[in-house]
């Protein structure tokens, strides 16, 4: 997929540049994200909506994957940008990311974290709780300044997705929930606040959802909502956030639609609500992350140490592993992977590729079939763009690896390796008392 291929000698090659050679310049592991790949998607998403009629934003969830270069390839692309904390937001600005299209999430935003969105002068806050909705206005209030926001809402529809990564039920630690009444109360008071102005409301109901199901029953139960908010209220929102998590896929027993598809379907079952209910028609925001960045990105390996357990297994460890992507150790994620120096070779047995991390778990993939791998070989992990390098870590005191931007030939490093000063960059000598008092 993207610019992924196989060139003349035998070498997975992605954005024109082969892949051998980019683990020679830049060692391994290595991320590597197919820029062209990336941008494609990000014009497929805002394409859609231009086609749909509709006023919009497509907002990037930025955690799914965020660098400087990320932050300004959005930008380029006339994106919004989803932030969730204050280091996130911190990037963007570095990045020069336009502040008022930036939008800020989290279910516990720090005084010092609303603090900074509010000097930057950032779009929009999302409002998770009643304690955010009160400490925001107090900050508005002291600096006498409007604050856009939209209410974050769970509308109790299950996502058929890992339990870890569905949100939209009543019971999760995110927004006001609808069914409770919770939802209807924090409307309330958020009108009676001089310095909100509330632009409307938001909903997430989890994530890698393939069906369009949930989206439809989250339109609906929010269609309801606003009835019954008007009813008492009067208020109309002009802002209807949807969230992210549209589905991609990770092996071919993924089977997710085309970004288009769940747009057309988002949008038609917004048309017909409203209408319905003769509400006029809101804006509409979306916010995909994992869609974005998911498909463009591959983890480049170097095999290492083999164990052959006769009849029982043969372990093909690999140079990184939970410490650049934990979510087969986290949610079972599956991932497909090829010998990226012998990529035309057929399979030839079955292995199952281990990290190097100190875990029986840190495993990647279980019982994969791959040419006969060799020590010195390299590994390529595809769709590892999304959720692997914002979750990596330093367990083991491993050090995060690189990250380059490939395109046309060209490769470009978004992100350094680190290097050991990096990790003991924090550490301090500690004079213990108890040898000094001896
Ligand atoms: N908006 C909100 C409010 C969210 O909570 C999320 C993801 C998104 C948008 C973006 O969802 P996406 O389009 O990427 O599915 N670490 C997990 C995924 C956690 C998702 C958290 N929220 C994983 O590796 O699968």
Redesign the pocket.
């Known amino acids: 997929h993207g610019t992924s291929r196989v060139n003349g000698r035998g070498h997975l090659e992605i954005g024109g540049c082969d892949t051998t050679e980019l683990a020679h310049t830049y060692g391994t592991p290595l991320y590597i994200y197919d820029e062209a790949l990336i941008r494609e998607k990000c014009r497929a998403y805002v394409k859609a909506f231009e086609e749909s009629g509709f006023r919009f934003q497509v907002a990037y969830?930025s955690?799914?994957f965020m660098c400087i270069a990320m932050c300004q390839l959005i930008a380029e692309e006339n994106m919004s940008l989803?932030v969730?904390s204050s280091g996130e937001l911190y990037t963007a600005l570095k990045a020069g990311f336009p502040a008022e299209r930036i939008h800020f999430?989290g279910n516990n935003k720090t005084e010092d974290e609303l603090k900074m969105a509010l000097d930057a002068g950032i779009g929009c806050f999302?409002v998770d709780n009643f304690f955010e909705l009160e400490l925001l206005h107090d900050l508005a209030q002291k600096e006498e300044r409007i604050v856009s926001i939209l209410l974050?809402l769970t509308p109790g529809i299950e996502a058929h997705t890992?339990e870890?990564?569905s949100?939209g039920q009543d019971d999760s630690k995110?927004g006001f929930g609808v069914a409770s009444g919770q939802a209807l109360q924090a409307v309330k008071r958020a009108l009676d606040k001089p310095f909100y102005k509330l632009l409307g409301i938001?909903s997430?109901i989890?994530?890698?959802?393939f069906e369009t199901t949930g989206f439809i029953g989250a339109i609906e139960v929010l269609g309801e909502f606003l009835e019954q908010v008007r009813t008492e209220t009067k208020y109309e929102i002009e802002v209807l956030n949807l969230?992210?998590?549209?589905?991609i896929r990770y092996t071919a027993e993924d089977d997710p639609l085309p970004v288009s598809k769940y747009v057309q379907v988002i949008t038609e079952e917004v048309r017909r609500q409203f209408t319905a209910r003769n509400y006029p028609l809101p804006e509409i925001w979306i916010?995909?992350?994992?869609?974005?960045v998911?498909e463009a990105g591959t983890t480049l390996y170097t095999v290492g140490a083999i164990k052959d357990i006769p009849g029982i297994r043969k372990y093909v460890a690999i140079d990184g592993g939970m410490s650049d992507n934990i979510?087969p150790a986290?949610?079972q994620?599956k991932y497909e992977a090829m010998l990226a120096n012998r990529a035309d070779e057929p399979a030839a047995e079955v292995v199952s590729i281990a990290g190097k991390c100190c875990e029986s778990g840190d495993m990647l993939i279980w019982d994969y079939a791959l040419p006969k791998a060799e020590p010195g070989d390299l590994l390529a992990v595809s769709c590892t763009g999304?959720?692997g390098y914002s979750?990596a870590n330093n367990y083991n005191r491993i050090r995060r690896p690189a990250v380059v931007f490939v395109k046309d030939g060209r490769a470009d490093v978004a992100v350094k390796r680190e290097s050991y000063e990096d990790l003991v960059r924090n550490d301090r000598v500690i004079v213990c008392a108890l040898s000094q008092s001896v």
């Open positions: 969830a955690k799914a989803d969730v999430h999302v974050r890992h870890y990564i949100t995110f938001h997430h989890g994530s890698q959802i969230g992210g998590g549209f589905g916010e995909p992350g994992r869609s974005i998911g979510r986290l949610y994620a999304a959720y979750m």
